[in-house]
């Protein structure tokens, strides 16, 4: 039997979505190659990019490898750049090498539309790559370094001047960030605040048309608070190195244009010689196959496809990885000999966030959330995005670039709760305090079998003032300042189990000794240590010295969180050990001991 090879092309949100798909379908079948192709060795969180051209999060903040993604499955990741592709003879062309196929998913993605406007593309930024928002993250500052060396007024008007054009999703977040940053900077480089003009300008009537009036409203009342001229019904006509016009006579100096207007199917695709619709996106049928090539298939960006309504699907990451899942699924029906399904796209709702704090969310059965609750739905969406692709690693790499290696400075309040969280520390140093808690614990736990815990009964339900963690004879399980609940729980629960309890105190303390000193598990051994001295202080009370509970034990635990055993400890090579074969099983369902180890 011969090997069939499927391609995907791009490895934007609709790519990943079939190279996943399609493993799990033909994982078992050893006569599929699939080969997933890209220029790129990370996959770019494109909904993401204002937060990097507006410094919220690093460029590493929207980047996820593929490797990691595809680690463990049976796609076959190249780094390459396709320049020519024969879909009669099955055949992809980069500079240097050739690719034969048998069935082949397009998912390249977009690029900019700049419609003709003069001047738009050589003058304008645009924010459709990581490249793009690098570029203006380095314009911005780059504009305020000048303004503040600039003495003639207007010049310095036009270095402070930043525009957005378009008011669609992406143009109205990347204003969102120009609005905290701009803060942050006018600090930094000490401009008044009252010398940046931040400027909205949509050719529609509304920004964001695809969202209720309500949630427009509240939008654009939101920009309009934060000092931002909204520009609607304001077609720009032009655009120079230093002035941009709207209409047919205003004219706003500037040296800063963000183009976010639109996009359309990238130039390669018009050398394909399929049929192409609209912004040159391929027209394929329900099954999203092209019309001139049943084996070659279209997603995402690159599909004009029809709902039953009789609307294009819009060019939105639910649509590119609905149809992705749908493309991927007909190719391996076709190659098990079943029957493939319709396209049945279903769009769950849109999200847009202003910045870090400000968002609203048109979402099925909730159509018109705003504020903190749609800045946590949108965030929630965004995770479980990552944990469908990459588990979750991908999460905590996300909470971490989101809320920890914060990038620029916000008001005081956000600045106390998650700076010195954020921080960055080197847990060598914690690994003398991890060593003396072991030892302590270990201590403790010796102590109480000398005392015999492990054979008489020595816990008693009567208050006393007595050492919970040293030996003694006798210990009082409460004491006079037991809430009622726990001495319920102590003389109804504990007692009439009171051997079994006390061995357990033992074989715990013991084995936190044992962890800590170790570096084993330390996160978990730091949750148990702090969950037995909460114990203890609700019972007979916490040790003492010269008459002072020693509280350090809690501090101490507290401070394992920070990794304490990734320095000269078991974790070192534990977790990583885990963590490979949490990404194993998830694409797997299975586990694989050798697999796991890297040295």
Known sequence: ?????????????????????LNKQLRKHDDVEIMLIDQNNYHTLLTELHEVAGNRVEPNGVKVSIEHVLEYTKVQFVQDQIVKADLKDRKLYSKN???????????????????????????????????????????IIHMFQQAVEEKDPDKRKELLTFVVGGGGFTGVEMMGELIEWTNTLCKQYNVPKEDIRLVQVEALPNLCPILDPKLVAKVEKYLKKKGVEVLTNSPITAVSPNTMTVGEDQVIPTRTVIWTGGVKAKGFVKELGISLGARDRIVVNDYLQTKEYPYVYAIGDNMEFQDKDGKVLPPLVETAIQSADCAAYNIAADIKGRDKKK?????????????????????SGMPFLSGLPATIIKHMVNMHYLFGIGGLELIWEYLNHQFFHKTRKYNWFVETGIGHVGRRNFTFWLVPLRIWLGVMWLVSGIQKIQS?????????????????TSSASITPLVGPNSPGWYVAIAENIIMPNALLFQKLIVIT?????????FGFFTFIAAIVSIGMHINFALGAGLPQTNGLPDLWWIAASFSMFAGAGRAFGVDYYLMPFLRNQLRYFQKNRSINILKGWKW
């Open 343 to 363: 396209l049945e796209a279903k769009l769950h709702g849109v999200m847009v966030s202003v910045g870090s704090f400000f968002a609203v969310a048109q979402l």
């Open 97 to 139: 090498h050739e690719y034969d196929f048998d069935y082949l998913i397009l998912g390249i993605g977009s690029e900019p539309a700049y419609f003709n406007i003069e001047g738009m593309e050589e003058n304008a930024f645009t924010l459709w790559s990581l490249s793009d928002a690098v570029k203006i993250y380095d314009h």
């Open 452 to 468: 015999d815990w492990l054979g008489d009964w020595v816990l008693i339900g009567l208050s006393g003032a007595t050492d919970a």
């Open 509 to 517: 303390e013991i084995g936190l000794g044992l962890a800590f000193i």
């Open 1 to 21: 039997m011969s090997t069939k090879r499927i391609v995907i092309l791009g490895a934007g949100y609709g790519g990943l979505q079939a190279a996943k798909t």
